[in-house]
């Protein structure tokens, strides 16, 4: 049980240590999944702790990225104290914190570790969608040309604005990748492309490798120019750089209710895996 004397309150530079140590050292801890660490994220603001005078035993990070959306990218919290109780008096904070600052948002949260989504649900959160598993193997490999006026390159630091709105052309608001997410995500990644033909780029794909094969992190494709066979493309191309059939696994995700993103993977031969990360939200205002 919590101690009484536990308070929650907003992270303050002197609670970096302690809070990394949480981060580091604790398995009790909820990470997002995205393209920063969690020391990152806790160093933002949006971030509280939850403290006994100098000694901190949990923490809660909801960084607005994309602006609106402020997503669950870290909590976690000291084995000796309650996890459900930790989350409780954390989550209050920052909800009254962000509704005094009158923010038009919404807090969402994508649940990998399954102990997390009945903290959420008993604190309000609603389900809005699921993040759906697919896996393409070797032998189930299908090739598609790249249409005639269009031309794969990699992405370049000067891609990247461009990349940016057309991202957020794609996806919305609520998925959107900015430009600062965009540039760390294309340094990180083992494969970086966009598809361009005489407007410019209407399309892009970033990949990681991984001891299983590769996977296919974002691939975006300008609503212009849906259905001309650009996303097929990329993803064909990315292939053969991988090393085509020498690739034993590529595995990519999509929300639950994005019908062309699934009809373009079944059509290349990706087949779902069964597994499938929930989506909640808190709507704080009408960001939601």
């Known amino acids: 049980m919590i101690n009484i004397n536990l308070q929650a309150r907003r992270m303050v530079a002197e609670d970096y240590n302690q809070v990394a140590s949480l981060v580091y050292y604790e398995t009790n801890n909820h990470r997002h999944l995205d393209w920063h660490s969690p020391l990152e994220r806790i160093n933002l603001p949006n971030c509280w702790v939850l403290a006994e005078g100098d000694s901190i035993y949990a923490v809660l990070a909801c960084p607005e990225d994309p602006p609106n959306v402020a997503w669950v990218s870290f909590f976690g919290h000291h084995h000796s104290v309650s996890g459900a109780e930790a989350w409780l008096l954390l989550w209050e904070k920052a909800r009254s914190d962000l509704a005094f600052e009158n923010k038009e948002i919404c807090v969402a949260a994508i649940v990998v570790r399954k102990w997390f989504q ?64 965009l540039q760390r995500a294309r340094l990180q990644c083992a494969s970086a492309t966009v598809a361009e033909d005489s407007s410019g780029v209407i399309g892009y794909q970033l990949s990681t490798k991984n001891p299983l094969g590769a996977h296919l992190a974002r691939l975006g494709v300008s609503p212009e120019a849906q259905g001309r066979g650009v996303g097929a493309a990329l993803v064909s191309d990315l292939i053969q750089s991988l090393g085509g059939i020498q690739l034993n696994r590529l595995s990519v995700n999509t929300q639950s209710d994005n019908e062309s993103s699934l009809a373009l993977y079944k059509k290349m031969g990706f087949v779902r895996t069964g597994e499938y990360f929930p989506v909640l939200v808190y709507p704080l205002g009408a960001g939601a």
């Not at 490999?141 to 000067?158: A, E, K």
């Not at 709105?165 to 430009?179: I, P, R, V, Y």
């Open 118 to 181: 009945p903290l959420l649900l008993s604190s309000g959160f609603i389900n809005r969608q699921n993040i759906v598993l697919l896996d393409l193997r070797s032998e189930n490999i299908r090739y598609y040309l790249t249409p005639p006026g269009i031309r794969i390159r990699p992405m370049t630091d000067g891609d990247i604005p461009v990349v940016a709105k057309l991202d957020l052309a794609a996806f919305g608001e609520f998925w959107h990748n900015t430009a600062g997410t």
